[in-house]
């Protein structure tokens, strides 16, 4: 089990004194300055910190792509298969919230999981696209990087489904695999087409299997001739294997070597596979016309709107906070904040652009708690300090009466209030006339379990 940190909220040494109060246990990784792993059995999810933000639970060797693919700020990225998220929300955050991070996922039964990472780590600079990654259209382009952590026979995750005692592995029949590199084959050629000149391409599965990993990436290198070149791929202090370059009979280009795989028995965590191609011809960053970095000086203000001046007064938030953000269009049930300058085609349609951050259907507005977790810490009225009980309830939506002492600024009355736990955005209440909160926590996000254990 391991976790990445989010560098805008928390860091491991802070996170790793947080998971002891609640007795859970929890050693930073060599290799990565931003995870930590704890113990098998253990249940991150319920931890109060999971619910605001303050991690994203990731696999150490699912970690790796990002790492090799190496998105830096104002870049223009593309996750071209990107639920449930983990690896979109490794690129924003690299990327420290700047930029653009467009995220396609083809199946609609997926997506409520990258909405919600979304809206939890408060990710301004991600835009969920939902289509097949293979015909995303050439406008949306060009990026500056585009990673294809392609659907795949899942044969690195075996151990994990042995553990939880959902099953033996089954086997892939032939049929199966072939389907599977077809389209592994189909989207990695995407990919190039959308890539800019100089641009990087990263390509992963959690499998074994060569046909679904050196032989794709060598069909492709094939096709494509001198135009793609294969990078080094390796990370220092995380023990890799090279691919492959020969099987079953059949020669794959020699530059596949240069390829990793990481075996469960060497480094205790899942199986994958990656390699790091780079697109050929002049190279130069993706421009702001076709929606890439360089957004004009105009852009680099706070986002101008009723709602948003309604936000600044009631909670006292300094208008710093939100600069280099503009809103996304107007209508709909809420207001947008999104990274200025990085701009969409009017078709395709996206999904989402930006972070939910005012509730535009009630008066008056209202705060998501998308926004609560990210500028909870910064109000300086109208926000409350909870204790471990009352966290616990406000997590499970039930009232929590208030003493007015908690207050740790102004209040101005009944009204939505900004709540925190030991210092971090936890969400919305609603402070009603008897003096009580009244939980204004997502009914998604509500578990059984959710915010046990609270201490700390």
Not at 329 to 351: E, F, I, N, Q
Request: glycine fraction near 10%.
């Amino acid at each position: 089990m391991s976790l990445r940190t989010h560098p805008e909220r928390i860091n491991p040494a802070e996170l790793i004194n947080l998971l002891a109060d609640a007795g859970l246990h929890a050693s930073p990784v060599d290799w990565d300055a931003a995870s930590i792993r704890l113990s098998p059995d253990a249940s991150p999810g319920r931890h109060w910190g999971y619910f605001a933000g303050l991690f994203q639970v990731q696999e150490e060797a699912a970690q790796l792509p990002v790492r090799l693919l190496d998105p830096q700020p104002d870049e223009r990225m593309l996750d071209l298969c990107a639920a449930p998220g983990n690896k979109t929300a490794q690129m924003a955050l690299a990327m420290d919230n700047r930029g653009l991070v467009v995220a396609n996922e083809l199946q609609s039964a997926r997506l409520p999981a990258l909405r919600q990472l979304v809206r939890r780590l408060g990710l301004r600079n991600v835009l969920i696209h939902r289509g097949a990654g293979e015909s995303l259209p050439g406008a949306t382009g060009p990026y500056d990087g585009v990673l294809v952590d392609a659907p795949c026979s899942g044969e690195g995750t075996w151990r994990k489904y042995r553990r939880q005692r959902r099953g033996m592995a089954r086997q892939v029949d032939e049929n199966e695999r072939d389907d599977l590199a077809a389209r592994q084959m189909r989207l990695l050629d995407r990919a190039v087409g959308l890539c800019r000149a100089g641009g990087r391409i990263v390509y992963s599965t959690c499998t074994y299997a060569p046909e679904e990993n050196e032989a794709v990436v060598d069909a492709i290198l094939r096709r494509h001739g001198d135009d793609l070149s294969v990078e080094m791929a390796s990370v220092e202090g995380f023990p890799v294997s090279e691919g492959v370059t020969e099987w079953a009979g059949q020669r794959f280009d020699p530059r596949l070597a240069r390829a990793l795989r990481v075996w469960p028995g060497i480094t205790d965590t899942g199986g994958f596979f990656v390699a790091v191609l780079r697109r050929g011809g002049a190279s130069g960053a993706a421009t702001a016309g076709s929606g890439g970095a360089g957004a004009p000086d105009e852009c680099r203000g706070w986002p101008a709107h009723p709602a948003t001046d309604a936000l600044l007064s009631r909670f006292d938030i300094d208008s710093a906070k939100l600069r280099g953000l503009e809103t996304g269009p107007d209508g709909g049930r809420y207001l947008h904040y999104r990274v200025a300058g990085h701009h969409w085609p009017t078709r395709p349609s996206p999904d989402a652009f930006g972070l939910a951050a005012i509730g535009l259907q009630v008066k008056p507005v209202k705060p998501t708690t998308a926004l609560a977790l990210w500028l909870a810490p910064a109000a300086t009225r109208n926000r409350v300090a909870l204790d471990a009980a009352q966290t616990a309830a406000f997590l499970q939506r039930q009232p929590v009466p208030l003493d007015q002492a908690q207050a740790i600024t102004p209040l101005d009355g009944p009204g939505f209030i900004l709540v925190t736990h030991a210092g971090h955005g936890l969400g919305v209440a609603r402070l009603n006339r008897q003096g009580q909160l009244e939980s204004q926590f997502p009914k998604a996000w509500v578990t059984p379990t959710a915010g046990f254990p609270v201490a700390g």
